[in-house]
Nanobody, 124 residues
Framework: QVHLVESGGGLVQAGGSLRLSCAASGRTFSSYAMGWFRQAPGKEREFVAAINWSNSTYYAEKDRFTISRDNAKNTVYLQMNSLKPEDTAVYYC????????????????????WGQGTQVTVSS
């Protein structure tokens, strides 16, 4: 069983930045594919970014967000810049130790483990 814990959310003004972290348990983190999703009030959960075991990255919107990982710390990060009020959502970390090809990392069903989420609020 893999346990994921997100941190780094908070309140930020439009145009600001936040870095989310997701700490994972498990001794084989380096082989996991990891993703970030978000869910705004009244909306469905949507894909934000993913990174696979070979550090290939996938984005819904590449220009403002950057996903990275530190296998020594069992942690995946989401750097968010130029934040907009529409980025306000609960951000969830997800992981899988199954092999999933790149495009499928955009799908929620590709992931087996989920964190509890961290709230990001962007004020105008």
């Amino acid at each position: 069983q893999v346990h994921l814990v997100e941190s780094g959310g908070g309140l930020v003004q439009a145009g600001g930045s936040l870095r989310l972290s997701c700490a994972a348990s498990g001794r084989t983190f380096s082989s996991y594919a990891m993703g970030w999703f978000r869910q705004a009030p009244g909306k469905e959960r949507e894909f934000v970014a993913a990174i696979n075991w070979s550090n290939s990255t996938y984005y819904a919107e590449k220009d403002r967000f950057t996903i990275s990982r530190d296998n020594a710390k069992n942690t995946v990060y989401l750097q968010m810049n130029s934040l907009k009020p529409e980025d306000t959502a609960v951000y969830y970390c997800a992981g899988t130790d199954r092999y999933v090809s790149g495009s499928y990392l955009r799908r929620m069903e590709s992931y087996d483990y989920w964190g509890q989420g961290t709230q990001v609020t962007v004020s105008s």
